[in-house]
């Protein structure tokens, strides 16, 4: 068809078929025999009014990319839009993730595990909506406040208000290379970061408790207002806030405390090896990747607590260090691996810490994590910040 349409024909193959034909994703082919038919529309999700079938005499032959020819069309909702769309409905949305929640797993009615997570969405609109993503996606450890988003195929839910969930068929493009990014990417920088008056399409505990205003962080939050409004929860719920802290002291007398084994291989991201470095997903002994597990004392005027981070956050805090260059210098140069733990402490970082109350035997504790660092370096911007927060108060 001609590629001016920027048509989306729902393509459908027998796995057997599939594998014969050594497919790729994102990968210009061309299909002599590709029978065509009018799909029902129940599950055709697309912008065309038929679909392609392949059977064995469907031949699949890679060709020279077309630069005119996108992997990937989105048809962007935007997010204030999305309350006008009915519930199992289908959208394309492109977004800043805002937030990215806790890995959690489920048990299918086959009593299988099925790993979850929620990353919450933010445009231009002002507005932010929960998608949940399952599986490997959901098992990724790189997920980051700030990154733009573009997922294809959404399904639309009207739990808690608007939320969106990823399917099989839904497709999530990090960083997507699309005028429409740009845009977002331009608006959310331009702020830097800091979006007055979010409001959220998707009502949570943590959104009830915390308020939806203030940028990247969340809410604007002392140590102590966190902690208080942490005690003030029921259930399971979180409170996400953006605190301007001051680190203390990170942990790191224990190195076996401070590093974990990770599958190398990106299909298993975020898998942790055996004492023997043996995956329990690949079944295979490989050499590991290593990764942030920390643990840092932080405090403002108000209070201090301690903090989590795992691998992205970690590397936030100590400079972009990898974790395994930082386990071989602890081995080779005990001093060295000192100054660079002297250097975080007593610097002044913003961080977006997610809290919630964690049962440690009886009694119930704050526990705090790191979903976003960045050290202070601005001190200008941080305090004009800080004036115009004040003005809000006069």
Same mark, same amino acid.
């Given at each position: 068809?001609?590629?001016?349409?920027?048509?989306?024909?729902?393509?459908?193959?027998?796995?057997?078929?599939?594998?014969?034909?050594?497919?790729?994703?994102?990968?210009?082919?061309?299909?002599?025999?590709?029978?065509?038919?009018?799909?029902?529309?129940?599950?055709?999700?697309?912008?065309?009014?038929?679909?392609?079938?392949?059977?064995?005499?469907?031949?699949?032959?890679?060709?020279?990319?077309?630069?005119?020819?996108?992997?990937?069309?989105?048809?962007?909702?935007?997010?204030?839009?999305?309350?006008?769309?009915?519930?199992?409905?289908?959208?394309?949305?492109?977004?800043?993730?805002?937030?990215?929640?806790?890995?959690?797993?489920?048990?299918?009615?086959?009593?299988?595990?099925?790993?979850?997570?929620?990353?919450?969405?933010?445009?231009?609109?002002?507005?932010?909506?929960?998608?949940?993503?399952?599986?490997?996606?959901?098992?990724?450890?790189?997920?980051?406040?700030?990154?733009?988003?573009?997922?294809?195929?959404?399904?639309?839910? !009207?739990?808690? @208000?608007?939320? &969106?969930?990823?399917?099989? =068929?839904?497709?999530?493009?990090?960083?997507?290379?699309? +005028? *429409?990014?740009?845009?977002?990417?331009?608006?959310?920088?331009?702020?830097?970061?800091?979006?007055?008056?979010?409001?959220?399409?998707?009502?949570?505990?943590?959104?009830?408790?915390?308020?939806?205003?203030?940028?990247?962080?969340?809410?604007?939050?002392?140590?102590?207002?966190?902690?208080?409004?942490?005690?003030?929860?029921?259930?399971?719920?979180?409170?996400?806030?953006?605190?301007?802290?001051?680190?203390?002291?990170?942990?790191?007398?224990?190195?076996?405390?401070?590093?974990?084994?990770?599958?190398?291989?990106? !299909?298993?991201? @975020?898998?942790? &090896?055996?004492?023997?470095? =043996?995956?329990?997903?690949?079944?295979?002994?490989?050499? +590991? *990747?290593?990764?942030?597990?920390?643990?840092?004392?932080?405090?403002?005027?108000?209070?201090?607590?301690?903090?989590?981070?795992?691998?992205?956050?970690?590397?936030?805090?100590?400079?972009?260090?990898?974790?395994?260059?930082?386990?071989?210098?602890?081995?080779?140069?005990?001093?060295?691996?000192?100054?660079?733990?002297?250097?975080?402490?007593?610097?002044?970082?913003?961080?977006?810490?997610?809290?919630?109350?964690?049962?440690?035997?009886?009694?119930?504790?704050?526990?705090?994590?790191?979903?976003?660092?960045?050290?202070?370096?601005?001190?200008?911007?941080?305090?004009?910040?800080?004036?115009?927060?004040?003005?809000?108060?006069?």
């Amino acid at each position: 068809m001609p590629k001016e349409e920027k048509s989306e024909p729902p393509c459908l193959a027998m796995p057997r078929i599939i594998s014969n034909k050594s497919s790729k994703t994102e990968r210009c082919i061309s299909s002599p025999r590709a029978n065509s038919r009018s799909p029902t529309k129940k599950f055709n999700n697309t912008n065309n009014d038929y679909e392609l079938t392949f059977d064995m005499n469907t031949q699949v032959v890679h060709v020279q990319n077309d630069e005119q020819i996108r992997s990937v069309q989105l048809e962007i909702t935007r997010i204030n839009d999305i309350d006008k769309i009915e519930p199992n409905g289908m959208v394309d949305v492109l977004g800043v993730i805002h937030n990215v929640g806790d890995h959690g797993t489920i048990t299918t009615r086959k009593g299988d595990q099925l790993s979850k997570r929620t990353l919450t969405l933010l445009d231009t609109s002002s507005r932010t909506i929960d998608l949940t993503i399952w599986g490997k996606d959901a098992d990724r450890e790189d997920w980051q406040s700030s990154t733009l988003l573009g997922v294809k195929n959404a399904k639309v839910s !009207d739990f808690g @208000g608007r939320s &969106l969930t990823a399917l099989g =068929s839904s497709k999530l493009i990090v960083n997507p290379v699309i +005028p *429409e990014a740009q845009l977002i990417h331009d608006w959310y920088t331009q702020q830097n970061g800091y979006i007055e008056n979010i409001k959220p399409m998707t009502t949570t505990k943590s959104n009830l408790a915390s308020g939806e205003e203030g940028g990247v962080g969340g809410t604007p939050m002392t140590i102590n207002e966190l902690k208080t409004q942490v005690e003030g929860l029921s259930g399971t719920g979180q409170v996400s806030a953006s605190c301007h802290v001051t680190v203390l002291t990170v942990k790191h007398d224990d190195p076996a405390k401070l590093f974990y084994p990770a599958c190398p291989q990106p !299909d298993c991201k @975020g898998k942790k &090896l055996d004492e023997n470095f =043996s995956c329990p997903t690949c079944r295979q002994t490989q050499d +590991p *990747e290593w990764r942030y597990m920390l643990r840092f004392a932080v405090m403002d005027y108000s209070g201090q607590a301690w903090v989590g981070a795992f691998n992205i956050q970690a590397k936030q805090l100590l400079g972009n260090v990898e974790a395994t260059t930082l386990r071989q210098i602890e081995q080779e140069d005990k001093q060295r691996y000192e100054q660079i733990f002297e250097s975080v402490s007593c610097r002044t970082f913003q961080m977006k810490i997610n809290g919630k109350m964690d049962d440690y035997g009886t009694t119930p504790q704050f526990r705090g994590n790191a979903a976003w660092i960045k050290p202070v370096t601005d001190y200008g911007a941080a305090s004009r910040h800080l004036i115009a927060e004040i003005a809000k108060l006069m």
